[in-house]
């Protein structure tokens, strides 16, 4: 192995372009973005969607009228959100299917049990801030084999399926602001060379989700489909911080430092990058409050957000894939 590398400095600025702004912003909810909104006949899937804000994301889209599958673990829990989600929305097609990140089988299953086209596919689960270094069952540091590595497994199992999508199919990968926290460390992302902490794990999970985005926009442009990352926001009400310091979380939420969202705000980003048709045609970029992110040089103090030059690189983009690509073998 070689040094450690950093890569923080890409060659050219990843953001060529004018920033996309819509009219939606951190208070919009899930259903105010699918207002008006008709997705009669596709078909979507939302990973971790029987949980936060995974079950506002499934919500909207079915109000919307895709047909959704809800891809998680436990099926009892599955079971009363698609329970909810057809009285809710009066839309029967929603339907589960087992899926469990860190099992390759699993994965594999799904992959090959779906049949016919896939329009929407929504990366939304996750884990956080496992407290001491856990190895999954291949044997990757956990948020990085879950929240990576099982995504781009399923992603390229369903390849097919969204390329066969008629009117172009759309990724959307569940990122965070605490990417901004931690680069990918290619040589070492399973900690074996480094000291382990929580945030570091959890923050080049984070990055990897952005990058994955930003490189399968540019692979798979020809197939019509279209990648995306999304910040969704800091949110109590989800499962996705039971692993953090309670004590610090309470003092979190009295300090007033964050404005926190609910589970129907957090999943609007998602279901923009999913479902509106303001995002015709858009790929390989990052957003966060319903807006694309600006590109900032270091990371902010206090709440701020945006995406580091870093996470859109190219270069490390594609480097990813092709360290993934030999992960996953």
């Not at 699918?34 to 990973?47: F, H, I, K, M, N």
């Not at 926290?181 to 074996?192: A, G, K, T, W, Y």
């Not at 009295?254 to 926190?260: E, L, R, V």
């Not at 990052?286 to 996470?311: I, S």
């Amino acid at each position: 192995m070689g040094p450690m590398t950093d890569p923080t400095s890409p060659t050219a600025s990843p953001q060529d372009h004018d920033l996309l702004t819509t009219p939606f912003g951190a208070t919009t909810t899930a259903l105010e973005v699918v207002e008006g909104v008709d997705l009669t006949g596709r078909r979507a899937v939302v990973t971790g969607g029987a949980s936060g804000i995974g079950v506002e994301t499934v919500r909207a889209l079915a109000q919307a009228g895709a047909a959704v599958t809800v891809a998680a673990r436990k099926p009892d829990a599955a079971a009363v959100v698609i329970a909810d989600v057809k009285e809710s929305t009066g839309n029967e097609a929603v339907g589960f299917a087992r899926l469990e990140l860190t099992d390759r089988a699993s994965i594999d299953a799904f992959a090959a049990a779906w049949e016919g086209p896939l329009d929407i596919l929504v990366d939304n689960a996750g884990v956080m801030a496992l407290p001491e270094l856990t190895l999954a069952p291949d044997g990757h540091e956990m948020q990085f084999a879950t929240n990576h590595l099982g995504h781009f497994r399923l992603a390229l199992g369903l390849h097919d399926a969204l390329a066969a999508a008629p009117d172009g199919a759309r990724l959307v990968s569940l990122s965070s602001r605490a990417h901004l926290n931690s680069p990918l460390i290619f040589d070492d992302v399973d900690f074996r060379f480094r000291p382990y902490t929580p945030e570091s794990a959890y923050a080049q999970s984070k990055t990897a989700n952005v990058l994955f985005a930003v490189e399968a926009a540019r692979r798979w442009a020809d197939d019509g489909i279209v990648a995306n990352a999304v910040h969704p926001g800091p949110i109590l009400d989800t499962g996705l911080s039971r692993h953090m310091d309670q004590d610090l979380l309470a003092k979190l939420v009295d300090s007033g430092a964050y404005t926190f969202k609910t589970p129907e705000q957090g999943a609007s980003t998602s279901v923009l990058l999913a479902a509106s048709p303001l995002l015709d045609g858009i790929s390989g970029r990052y957003f966060e409050d319903c807006n694309e992110a600006v590109l900032v040089d270091r990371a902010p103090e206090g709440t701020g957000g945006g995406v580091a030059p870093y996470a859109l690189d190219p270069t490390n983009a594609e480097r990813l894939w092709d360290l993934s690509l030999a992960l996953i073998a």
